[in-house]
Structure formats: structure tokens, C-alpha cells
Nanobody
């Protein structure tokens, strides 16, 4: 059994910062690409940023230059530093990870989501 537990969401004023964390735990052999997605009310879930196990990152155009994704492979944890937040960043943020379990199976796992609200 694998779990992703997110933390760090909350309410912040426009221009402020938040840092999200997501820790994977359980029967993990290796963790490959990890990422953050978000879903605003009435919109589809979209990729915010992703990072490979080797540290290569990619970002949605809307967050480039403001958000930074990083990871600690030893802790199976991924972070999202969000700066210069805008009201349009308001959404539920979900962690995602491609994980190979100790049983040898590969699956895509999701966290429960954490709310980020940016007030104007």
C-alpha cells in the first residue's frame, strides 16, 4: 500500500508565498516522476509542475518564474514553492507520483489534495 500525504495549503494574499509538501510512504521500491496538478472550480485538472528522479523539471507556462518544484529522493518527498501568488492560482492542488512498489508493480498515485486560496 502506498500513500501520498500533502501539506502546506492555505489562504494567502496576492503576492504572497506558500510551500506545498507531499510525502510518499508505504511499500515503495522507487519513485519516478513526481508532480503537482491543480483543479479550480468548474475547470479541468491541469499539470502545474513535474520533476523526474534525476531532477529535471518542467512547468506550466502560467507558473514559470513564480513556482519551483524540488524533491528529496531519500524521503520520497516533493515540494512546490509558490511565490508571487495570484488569485487565479486558487485551486485544489494534488500531488502525483509514479511509483514502483516492492512487489514490482508500477502505478500512478494521487494525494488527497490541499486547498490553496489566494485573495486579491
Amino acid at each position: 500500500q502506498v500513500q501520498l500525504v500533502e501539506s502546506g495549503g492555505g489562504l494567502v494574499q496576492a503576492g504572497g508565498s506558500l510551500r506545498l509538501s507531499c510525502a510518499a510512504s508505504g511499500s515503495i521500491l522507487s519513485t519516478n516522476t513526481m508532480g503537482w496538478y491543480r483543479q479550480a472550480p468548474g475547470k479541468q485538472r491541469e499539470l502545474v509542475a513535474a520533476i523526474t528522479s534525476g531532477g529535471r523539471a518542467n512547468y506550466a507556462d502560467s507558473v514559470k518564474g513564480r513556482f519551483t518544484i524540488s524533491r528529496d529522493n531519500a524521503k520520497n518527498t516533493v515540494y512546490l514553492q509558490m511565490n508571487s501568488l495570484k488569485p487565479e492560482d486558487t485551486a485544489v492542488y494534488y500531488c502525483n507520483a509514479a511509483i514502483i512498489t516492492q512487489a514490482g508493480s508500477w502505478s500512478n498515485y494521487w494525494g488527497q489534495g490541499t486547498q490553496v486560496t489566494v485573495s486579491s
